[in-house]
């Protein structure tokens, strides 16, 4: 087994590691970085606004991260009024970890599907909803809790950047290093994997087996011509070392 782990650091040296200790080869080839977002100065004001039992949603480790900094050197803290939803597991269990504070996520899966079938979220008339998020993203549950009688607001926490690669180099160093897997945890890098693929390469690479984190993904990989396309459980790295080694994935 030879992974191409796509994932931004620190998540994806931490997967390389755990692969290579359960006896596979791992390499890292990172499709996006991570910055701070571009409205971190309004986050404070815009907590503020919410009234007790609003609702704020994180929706990524990355948000957390930034968020709690941000609030951590203005001197602030979490309010304790507010309802926090947490986008899956381990972004939950990172924010309570950080904050001391309660937060609610899905007990299956890590998407907007999955959040949104939290039987509290299925009316929200008259409540406000603050999306701690990256650059873009998430439309599907902000649509969906403005549905429900919500008023939706963005926060923009974190930023995720395309890394730039030369197109020909990328092409030919993992097709020579006989990559046998790939790690994608998001749309937007696979799209920027399949900006990469050569042309005269895209057979070979669309005959490796490619593990995603959802069945959104999963599809719109096929359509692109992946022909062993798997899904994870959740974006965890326990999650995808346990997919990458399983025996019954299915493809």
């Not at 968020?67 to 304790?80: F, V």
């Not at 945890?185 to 005959?207: D, H, V």
């Amino acid at each position: 087994m030879k992974v191409l782990v796509t994932r931004p650091e620190p998540a994806g040296c931490e997967l390389i590691a755990a692969i290579k200790a359960k006896g596979g080869d791992a390499f890292a080839s990172p499709l996006i970085s991570i910055a701070p977002g571009a409205e971190l100065n309004l986050l404070g004001a815009r907590l503020q606004q919410l009234d007790q039992h609003d609702l704020v949603f994180l929706l990524s480790k990355n948000a957390v991260w930034y968020a709690h900094l941000t609030l951590k050197q203005a001197g602030r803290n979490w309010s304790d009024k507010l309802s926090y939803y947490g986008i899956g597991r381990s972004t939950g269990q990172y924010f309570e970890a950080l904050t001391g504070r309660t937060i609610r996520w899905p007990e299956h899966g890590e998407t907007s599907e999955a959040l949104l079938s939290l039987p509290e979220l299925q009316f929200l008339e008259g409540k406000r909803a603050l999306l701690l998020r990256g650059n873009g993203g998430r439309e599907l549950l902000a649509s969906t809790l403005r549905s429900r009688g919500a008023e939706v607001e963005y926060c923009e926490c974190y930023a995720r950047h395309p890394v730039l690669y030369d197109k020909t180099e990328f092409n030919q160093q993992w097709v020579n290093a006989n990559i046998t897997d790939i790690v994608i945890s998001s749309g937007q890098m696979l799209a920027l994997l399949n900006q990469l693929i050569a042309e005269n390469t895209k057979e070979w690479w669309f005959n490796r087996r490619l593990l995603v984190v959802s069945e959104r993904i999963a599809d719109q990989a096929r359509q692109n011509g992946w022909k062993k396309v798997c899904v994870a459980n959740s974006a965890e790295n326990n999650a995808l070392l346990d997919a990458l080694f399983s025996t019954d994935m299915g493809c």
